[in-house]
């Protein structure tokens, strides 16, 4: 199946430092990725969506100042974690959508920032 | 009313059960439906999709009934290898495509 990759894996900064977590689609071109935030026993939440050539689209009490993405390519969406606070501290996964297949998503493996 | 509700479990059961699994959607424009599963602190991973004639996979069988809103998934002979959260998830619409995840019934099968 496709591959997703997100890095860093896990990182760990102290408050009011910016992160920025990476997202490619190795195999296959996406126009459209997602990024969403998993904290510790709740559901995966879409943070937004992330459109190649475009201005990302945020889902509702979602800060697009605080938590910027850029997908300047097809293969590639960045996610910023800006002056980051420990309650920013959670699971974030981005996935891809294969041009080719409309219903298909895959998930990077995740990242586990934690902000000291 | 969460978009998509399950029962969060644990569900405790031995090697060798059957299993099910429910899950009730709010939407009734949604579109797609899928059941996910994630191990602790990884990825969730497509496990199948949901089809309205009901679909099976080996030991797994999915059914959606569209007009009650309510989709399950059946899992027999549970194997130790079986213990995850099983995440019900739909696409509500059929142009954002961005999923919209129930937040899981963890199985945990004893041996």
């Known amino acids: 199946g496709a591959v997703v990759s997100q890095h860093p894996s896990r990182v760990i900064c102290k408050s009011g430092t910016s992160v920025k977590i990476e997202c490619r689609s190795l195999d296959f071109q996406a126009t459209t990725m997602f990024w969403y935030r998993q904290f510790p026993k709740k559901s995966l939440m879409l943070m937004a969506t992330s459109n190649e050539g475009s201005k990302a689209t945020y889902e509702q009490g979602v800060e697009k100042d605080k938590f910027l993405i850029n997908h300047a390519s097809l293969t590639l969406s960045t996610l910023t974690v800006t002056s980051a606070h420990p309650e920013d501290s959670s699971f974030y996964i981005c996935?891809?959508?294969?041009?080719?297949?409309?219903?298909?998503?895959?998930f990077g493996p995740g990242t586990r920032l934690t902000v000291l | 009313r969460k978009e998509v509700e399950q029962d969060p479990g644990p569900f405790n059961v031995p090697e060798g059960a059957t299993v099910a699994f429910n899950c009730t959607y709010s939407n009734s424009a949604s579109q797609s439906f899928f059941w996910y599963r994630q191990d602790c602190r990884k990825e969730p991973k497509l496990l199948m999709s949901?089809?309205?004639s009901g679909n099976e996979d080996g030991r797994f069988t999915a059914q959606l009934n569209r007009a009650s809103q309510y989709i399950s998934l059946l899992i027999r002979d549970s194997k130790l290898s079986d213990s995850a959260t099983y995440l019900c998830?739909?696409?509500?619409?059929?142009?954002?495509?961005?999923?919209?995840f129930g937040s899981g019934t963890r199985l945990q099968v004893q041996p």
């Open positions: 949901v089809y309205s």
């Open positions: 998830v739909v696409t509500p619409d059929t142009g954002r495509r961005a999923l919209t």
């Open positions: 996935s891809a959508r294969d041009n080719t297949f409309s219903n298909e998503q895959f």
